[in-house]
């Protein structure tokens, strides 16, 4: 747990007010909401969790920003493809991680293409939110 | 695969949705009354109110009920229903969020139903042929499985999904019959799995009762 501190303690960008890295959750399905919200809030993530793109795309029009964004694939009224590439296109550069339960290269390919910084299948789990981590922190960095 | 498995037992869909795991309400100290201020008999020597037996007795069954917990897990790793994904839900309990396995799997269980009704209904469709639906319920239904660790559900929702990406719909009803039975299983297991949990926590908390 030592390692976890210091890579979550590590990053750049956190809350000011908190001085915690923040993640946004990006899913329509209520059993990964769950899941992921207690994933991160167990490393110590200050997280929020909004149910499609459209929903992250305002969240993030109210003025919000978060170190990073787990943006799952299928989702209603906008998708994740959708979603990450008008985030990149309003100029958000923070780390966007695709994470969905398709394994079809072609159907990821397009994914990552819309601007990801990573993509992890799903389950998501602790060993591979730290790989994520290690990325935020590296992009902090830069 | 359905012969490896024993009979999933009275399972129907429309009725599972009525059915809540709950841990115990009541605390080992109402249970078995120790701990009241009128007249407290010696903590060990008193009979809980509820089963009758001796309060020492009623501790030693933690131990047991915990052996029968991991017998069960163990039967359903070796059976390939669950997977280590389960564990990892289980790590995340703790006693900021005592009851966090039993809420997750009582959204799923929640979710999953609402999905096989969908998928039943747009297969029993006399003109069907909105796959593309399908497919959506069917993500999501792989996605919610493979997060708590149910394997088995998963892999039948994987292969119904290519079937449906094929409108295949023959093999889209071969599976959901074989969906449905392997979640009536799963759902059965982990029912049980709860409920010796529940007398595992009120056996534990009369071996170890609160001090006044």
Known sequence: ?142 | MTDMLPAAGSCRVGLMSQRRINLPQQTAREVTGYGDRRSPPPALLCRGSKTGLPVWMLGLGADRLRADMNRLLALLFHQGVLDEQFLQLQQLQDESSPNFVSEVVNIYFHESEKLLRNLRGLLMEREFSDYKKMGIHLNQFVGSSSSIGAKRVRNVCVAFRAASEQNNRAGCFRALELLEHEYCYLKNKLHELFQIEQQRVLAAGIRYPMQN
Not at chain 1, 86 to 105: D, E, F, H, Q, Y
Request: glycine fraction near 8%.
């Open chain 1, 1 to 142: 747990m030592d390692d976890h501190h210091q890579l979550i303690n590590g990053v750049a960008g956190r809350n000011p007010e908190t001085n915690k890295i923040t993640a946004l959750i990006v899913d329509d399905n209520m059993v990964n909401q769950t899941i992921h919200h207690r994933l991160l809030h167990s490393l110590g993530i200050e997280n929020q969790v909004v149910g499609n793109g459209k929903e992250a795309i305002d969240v993030h029009c109210s003025g919000k920003i978060f170190d990073l964004i787990l943006m799952d694939l299928d989702m209603p009224v906008m998708n994740g493809i959708e979603a990450t590439r008008k985030l990149r296109a309003m100029g958000i550069r923070n780390t966007i991680v695709g994470v969905s339960s398709r394994s079809v290269n072609e159907h990821i390919q397009e994914f990552v293409e819309a601007g990801l910084d990573d993509y992890q299948e799903k389950p998501l789990t602790i060993s591979k939110l730290l790989s994520i981590l290690r990325k935020v922190r590296n992009q902090a960095e830069l």
